[in-house]
């Protein structure tokens, strides 16, 4: 069972924010690509975005440009973008379907969408060639909970152990069944850490989401994870069969058989180092963080619905989805003033309040996985 704790009994007094290099530094964002992108596991997204066999999208991770396809046998993998033959980029197009198998665009090199090489033209007169020791090299896939992971890896740490804090721990809001009503990618102009460290506190709610602190008091709730990769807790909606929308009534059918607690709850979770979970009582909202470069962070936004919802003439989504962009953009926008306030030379690390606990846990959590940790 969980234990829920107030966010200022968690806070460590003495802690400062990051070093402005954290934020700025070509050399640091290598380190992270290196020691976390490409060792962690990264969420991909939705298995339900590749529904046919066939079906694919690209993700980008640590610059390694990846491959996410349905087999055959309906199982997901996952494979690096890269021709055994050459080594050319085998698919440019971000998302589609394979018709039957992947094609090399330069010499025909032809895989199944299982990876495996089934024509080579002219290799049959090289001496010693076998088709099957040139398979597509794969990538670690994991789903759990209808998300997608991938692991660049060559050997990564089983997804079970790296996530078992979380199994178990959402079923109620019945994850994998739930369906995308609405998905906003956004380009913002800061380091991706500033954005974890924004979803970790709501100190910032009264001055800049005037209208959240409406429909949730900024001091309300309690942290149930506070150390370590998974961070978070819930705060408390005022409203009886309130949600967060525009109207602050809930605009879909409950998510999952929910606790009468969970009713006037919103829980925020975030998953380390790419994902962002928010669980409301009608809805799921989720972001995925894609860091390219220091100064610049594309986030994908997603709201998902129990499937009833969308079977109801009077469903509007937009009701959530309006509200959270509004919000989403109220961040990005003071992640952006952030970024650029840090890249002063003015800027020296400040004192984290006891308000900050959260965003504090994320930087020491940040440091371990980048071996700074004094
Ligand atoms: S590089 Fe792919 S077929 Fe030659
Ligand atoms: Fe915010």
Known sequence: MSTFVKATETYQQGQRTLPGRYYT???????????????????????????????YVLRTIAGESVIVVRGRDGAPRAFYNVCRHRGTRLCEEPQGR??????????????????????????????????????????????????????????????????????????????????????????????????????????????????????????????DLFDGPFLGGYMVMTKEGGSLTMSGRACGAPVGRLPAEDLNRVYFYSIF????????????MFHTLWPDGPGRTRISCEWLFHPDSFRDGAFTPDDAVRFWDETNRQDWHICERSHAGIASRAYVPGPYSPREGISAAWDREFLRALGHAQ
């Open 273 to 284: 180092p790419n994902l962002l979970l928010s669980l409301h009582p009608d809805y799921v």
């Open 98 to 223: 394979f018709s039957e198998t992947i094609q090399c665009p330069y010499h025909a090199w032809t895989y199944t969408i299982d990876g495996q090489l089934i024509g080579a033209p002219h290799m049959s007169e090289v001496a010693g060639f076998e088709k099957r020791d040139y398979p597509l090299h794969g990538v670690a896939l994991e789903t759990w909970e209808g998300f997608v992971f991938l692991n660049l890896a060559r050997e990564p740490e089983p997804f079970t152990r790296a996530f078992a804090p979380l199994v178990g721990r959402f079923s109620r809001f019945n994850l994998a069944s739930l369906k995308s009503a609405r998905r906003i990618d956004y380009d913002v102009a800061a380091n991706w850490k500033l954005i974890f460290q924004n979803y970790s506190e709501c100190l910032h709610c009264p001055v800049i989401h005037p209208g959240l602190v409406k429909l949730t008091p900024y001091t309300s709730g309690a942290n």
């Open 25 to 55: 530094s070509g050399e640091i964002h290598a380190e992270e690509q290196q020691r976390i992108f490409t060792r962690r596991w990264i969420c991909a997204g939705r298995a339900a975005e590749i529904p046919e066999a066939g079906d």
